[in-house]
């Protein structure tokens, strides 16, 4: 009930394409859904957050697309670069805790 | 506005021993999260702190602990150390209300030998 799933692990994408990332959860009372971007020694940052009541969610490269009746959400990295390389995790809360997915790691070639 | 900062960076203990970890939230945040991060279980979600008590607890036995300070300050507590405690542990710090964004520090490596 608590879990969210996302995937892939990986990803490779070309510099220039889209690169996209896709969560799914169990527990509806979840209401707020951030994505997370980590670097290598760093602590995660928030990237972009949606709440259940907008289906999308857009700024600059970054949108997320939130589909509340099949329980799943994804982020599309539009334009993707070599500085996007980073593992990103998507969350979910009711409140204060957050909930993560496995993450993703993702790696842009240039 | 400075950062999140945590200290030690880095920690190296032995089973048996215990560790205290420490979280300097944002300036003005009165809410400090904990999270634990492997490569095996990801990201969990350990406690949260706000105003002093704790207000929220993940699924981690009872060798896990926290306390918050009165200017927010957060100190983390791993007694009897196992192997599998070996991670990077995250604070992060928010405003306090739900669903505010939280502002996560570089963690602290710890490794249990």
Avoid at chain 1, 7 to 26: D, R, W
Avoid at chain 1, 50 to 79: W, Y
Avoid at chain 2, 88 to 99: E, F, N, Q, V, W
């Amino acid at each position: 009930q608590q879990q969210v799933k996302q995937s892939p692990q990986s990803l490779i994408v070309q510099k220039g394409g889209i690169s996209i990332i896709n969560c799914a959860y169990e527990n509806t009372a979840f209401d707020y859904f951030p994505w997370y971007q980590q670097f290598p020694g760093k602590g995660p940052a928030l990237l972009i957050a949606i709440r259940p009541d907008v289906s999308e969610k857009k700024e600059g490269r970054f949108t997320i697309s939130f589909n509340k009746s099949a329980k799943q959400f994804s982020l599309h990295i539009m334009d993707s670069q070599p500085g996007d390389s980073a593992t990103y995790f998507c969350a979910a809360t009711t409140g204060t805790a957050l909930i993560f997915g496995k993450g993703t790691t993702l790696s842009v070639s240039s | 506005k400075a950062g999140v900062t945590q200290t030690p960076r880095y920690l190296i203990k032995t089973r048996g021993q215990q560790v205290t970890l420490s979280c300097s939230p944002i300036s003005g945040h009165r809410s400090v999260s904990w999270y634990q991060q492997t490569p095996g279980q990801g990201l969990q979600f350990l406690f949260e702190y706000f105003s002093e008590t704790q207000r929220n607890k993940g699924n981690f036995p009872g060798r896990f602990s926290g306390r918050q300070f009165s200017n927010s300050r957060s100190e983390m507590n791993v007694s009897t150390l196992e192997l599998g405690d070996s991670a990077l542990y995250l604070c992060a710090s928010s405003l306090g209300g739900d669903r505010e964004t939280q502002y996560f520090g570089p963690g602290t490596r710890l490794l249990v030998l």
